[in-house]
């Protein structure tokens, strides 16, 4: 485009501190609106980043000419926002879980669909550095055909004071962190069949699960998704992911402070990863803060080359599928068939 991309900023809460500052050093996109229930909120991402603040979306909608929307709201509040940006031609972007319930998701998609807009949702695990590293080993041919996968996030770091939500979400880490491992499970491994979940609540003041390990089986391999917010150590990693895909020929393992080693017929290499620096990333963060940068310039890249996003829409309704069939498979006691709820 001759100009930048003229966006706005739905909702400003905690994470939308670093969707704000990615855009900010980004010269292909203008922000000309903010918008929060709380209009506190939206004012002050407005005094600091700029465009107008909001508190209704709708009027958002009809005062702007914006050529696309950044959704970072709950999960509730997503398809009302989507389904507006569709109403005035207005492609979006949208924060993770999509929606509670397929229904809603698959109304979003169909939406953005029926106008021919780009929709894309903001998984922002598989662009992590490490992430992209770990793809870069298997994608070589090095560890031969993969057969084997954990993806492990355990942590007692208190998620709560942040994330209040979680308290009192009936579904809880399934929803908020093995959704991303899921996601990661088909970047590295392909597309499951099946999966079987088994969770437990250890912390008494939540309601819903704190602890979850999920096997999922593809066509020739097996990923296990291991998920803690109660697992104390003595070297705490939060918010680092841990990763082991086996190969055929060797292994690739992405371990605690970002180690990656690499077995294959070669011989054995290892490196300790140095995550992406910008002016506004801080540690622990930094690894979560730069992928927020690699979404929002795929993000930009996608509209300026009018390709499709790897997370788009239509893509993430198999990552809910997963997400809803953990779910159903710790209610059931039975295993969950991909693709059922599709």
Not at 71 to 77: G, L, R, Y
Not at 274 to 289: L, R
Request: proline letters at 6%; aromatic letters at 10%.
């Amino acid at each position: 485009m001759s100009r930048p991309y003229r966006f706005a900023l739905i909702g400003c809460g905690f994470f939308a501190q670093n969707h704000l500052q990615a855009w900010a050093q980004m010269p292909e996109v203008e922000l000309v609106a903010t918008c929060d229930v709380n209009y506190e909120s939206a004012l002050a991402a407005a005094d600091r980043f700029g465009g107008t603040p909001y508190t209704d979306a709708a009027e958002l909608f009809a005062r702007e000419e914006l050529d696309f929307v950044d959704i970072a709201t709950t999960p509730p509040t997503h398809r009302m926002m989507v389904e507006l940006a569709a109403e005035h031609g207005v492609a979006a972007i949208c924060q993770k879980p999509l929606a509670w319930d397929m229904k809603d998701a698959q109304a979003m998609v169909a939406a953005m669909a029926e106008k021919d807009l780009p929709f894309m949702v903001h998984e922002n695990f598989r662009f992590q550095y490490p992430m992209r590293k770990v793809k870069e080993v298997i994608d070589s041919g090095a560890i031969g055909r993969p057969f084997f996968g954990r993806i492990s996030f355990r942590t007692a770091h208190d998620v709560y004071s942040a994330q209040p939500w979680c308290m009192d979400a009936e579904r809880m880490i399934i929803a908020d962190v093995s959704v991303h491992q899921f996601d990661l499970t088909r970047f590295f491994l392909g597309e499951p069949e099946r999966l079987f979940t088994d969770a437990i609540r250890v912390n008494p003041k939540i309601k819903g699960e704190d602890v979850a390990t999920i096997v999922l089986h593809l066509p020739g391999a097996t990923c296990i998704v291991d998920t803690s917010y109660e697992s104390k150590s003595d070297h705490n990693t939060y918010p680092q992911t841990f990763v082991t895909i086996e190969g055929t020929e060797g292994t690739v393992t992405l371990g605690p402070d970002y180690r990656l080693q690499v077995v294959s017929p070669e011989g054995v290499r290892e490196e300790t990863l140095v995550i992406p620096e910008h002016p506004w990333t801080s540690e622990p963060w930094n690894c979560i803060q730069d992928s927020v940068v690699n979404v929002q310039r795929h993000w930009v890249e996608c509209l300026t080359n009018k390709t499709t996003p790897e997370t788009s829409g239509a893509d993430t309704l198999r990552v809910l599928d997963l997400t809803l069939g953990a779910y159903q498979s710790l209610e059931t006691g039975e295993p969950y068939r991909a693709g059922s709820l599709l």
